[in-house]
């Protein structure tokens, strides 16, 4: 779907516009540890962003700063360089204007990740002829590196340039850099990553001769052809691995066995973990954590619960992701005093700590089987947590409760919590959730206050929740918001 136009803003109810708007207040630096020179520099990339004009040319983005005697005094260093070119990664006019100017500033010169940064972007955004013309001029100050090299492939073979990646590779030499074998598989991987396996290949034929492929060369071929769900392939290269005289590692065989979990092949997945062993080759924590979020996906809930006795009996020890796979396939399998006991008694006598999707699991099944307060016990434990936070997926099912048991005033108050205390904004999941729940509350004056808010971010409702609430203003005899509904509505299908 096409992005909609919304024409009108959003009406945002009190508490919620306070939440927000404390983001971005200077008080809002208060106890966070922003120090006083981190918001001096905040506040220089704030003034320069604000003296550059939408639409200008480059050269008249750097002319302007030229002449601005704010601008002027304004100290450069690399980090403000660096923050003000990401916040212009989209825009390559503004992000050029400005980084030519900076260049030019005396006493201050580009370091190389700034300038791989706008090579970056001017590649990102298909100016390759201006990308070509800095990477020339950074060639006289010889500031091209690999990495350099790096993002102009990655962003020509990105926009089907493939002949011309290719040509960035042949012309290393003239940037003073070496064609061996980790510039190959740069180039290599870049083109695999784009699905030009085949492409990839023949250049490899070509270079072989005199450049050495090593293990990874041989480990980006098995993940191109197992993107390109060409997994025989893949197969074949472990053994022109050996043939090399290279040995397939614990990323060969686990890229190859990820493929067959995606196919549902769990005796081709066997197979190869009987060769891994075979080979003298362990699989490791990701190999199983893949195997068994596979099975837990089809439902095989019975194979998926035998992983972790197979794993621990190859001395292969779990990590916080491995125990999060487990959580989630005991919830999955019904068995929450299982998944219980890996959280409360395995997890801290194997000392691997839980992180924010652990928590998450554990308050979505909490509420799932309506053990709200359990559910609440370890919100409360991850908010006062020291090493990891709530996200936004942490209060998902705690609002879904909110609204499945009636409990407004509850609602309001996590939300106040989401908001002020963790700094979180709602995503396009959380304010379906809340507009279709509020309006089954007849709470649609809420509800359509949120509606302004969502689309007012430009996160675009579903023709099912612009319906639902439509229905419920129409009842309410909200004229103003029925109209603006209706018109958002037609944008919408006009733009499908």
């Not at 708007?21 to 008080?27: G, V």
């Not at 392939?233 to 691995?241: K, N, S, V």
């Not at 999707?357 to 709200?372: D, P």
């Not at 963790?422 to 995503?427: R, T, Y």
């Amino acid at each position: 779907m096409a992005s909609v136009y919304f024409p009108f803003r959003s009406k945002v109810p009190g508490h919620f516009w306070r939440a927000f708007s404390s983001l971005c207040s200077p008080s809002s630096l208060v106890g966070t540890g922003v120090s006083n020179g981190e918001a001096c520099i905040g506040s220089q990339i704030d003034t320069i962003i604000s003296r550059i004009r939408e639409g200008s040319s480059d050269d008249e983005v750097s002319k302007s700063l030229g002449h601005d005697e704010v601008c002027k005094a304004i100290p450069m260093s690399q980090n403000l360089v660096n923050v003000v070119l990401h916040r212009f990664k989209d825009d390559w006019k503004s992000a050029l204007g400005f980084f030519r100017w900076a260049g030019s500033r005396l006493g201050y010169e580009h370091a190389p990740e700034s300038y791989d940064m706008m090579v970056d972007i001017l590649g990102k955004l298909k100016q390759f002829d201006k990308m070509r013309a800095l990477m020339e001029e950074m060639h006289q100050d010889n500031q091209v590196r690999l990495s350099t090299v790096a993002k102009a492939m990655r962003r020509l073979a990105g926009a089907r340039e493939w002949e011309d990646a290719v040509r960035v590779f042949d012309d290393l030499g003239k940037f003073q850099l070496e064609k061996n074998t980790e510039s190959m598989n740069l180039l290599l991987d870049t083109l695999c990553k784009e699905r030009k396996v085949e492409k990839a290949r023949a250049v490899f034929l070509e270079l072989k001769s005199h450049i050495s492929p090593n293990t990874h060369t041989f480990n980006i071929f098995i993940h191109g052809w197992c993107k390109a769900n060409r997994v025989d392939e893949a197969e074949w290269t472990i053994q022109e691995m050996k043939g090399h005289g290279c040995h397939p590692c614990v990323i060969s065989y686990s890229t190859i066995i990820q493929s067959y979990c995606r196919q549902s092949n769990f005796a081709k997945v066997y197979e190869l973990l009987d060769d891994m062993q075979a080979q003298g080759c362990v699989p490791n924590v990701v190999t199983y954590t893949t195997i068994m979020c596979s099975l837990t996906q089809v439902e095989r809930f019975e194979e998926a619960l035998q992983i972790p006795e197979r794993m621990r009996s190859l001395g292969c020890k779990p990590d916080t992701l491995f125990y999060n796979a487990l959580i989630h396939t005991l919830g999955r399998a019904g068995q929450l005093r299982e998944a219980v006991h890996v959280y409360e008694v395995e997890m801290p006598k194997t000392g691997v700590p839980p992180n924010t999707s652990t928590y998450n699991s554990m308050i979505a099944m909490y509420c799932h089987r309506s053990q709200e307060e359990k559910a609440l016990n370890l919100l409360r434990e991850i908010e006062n947590s020291t090493f990891c936070k709530p996200d936004i997926q942490t209060y998902y099912p705690v609002l879904k409760s909110c609204l499945k048991t009636g409990k407004i005033d509850n609602l309001s108050e996590f939300l106040d919590d989401m908001f002020n205390k963790h700094h979180l904004s709602l995503d396009f999941s959380a304010y379906t959730l809340l507009i279709h729940g509020l309006c089954r509350a007849n709470k649609c004056e809420w509800a359509y206050n949120l509606f302004e808010e969502m689309v007012g971010k430009d996160i675009t409702p579903r023709h099912k929740t612009c319906a639902l609430l439509l229905g419920e203003v129409k009842q309410k005899n909200m004229h103003d918001a029925t109209e603006r509904i209706e018109v958002l509505v037609k944008q919408m299908k006009t733009s499908e």
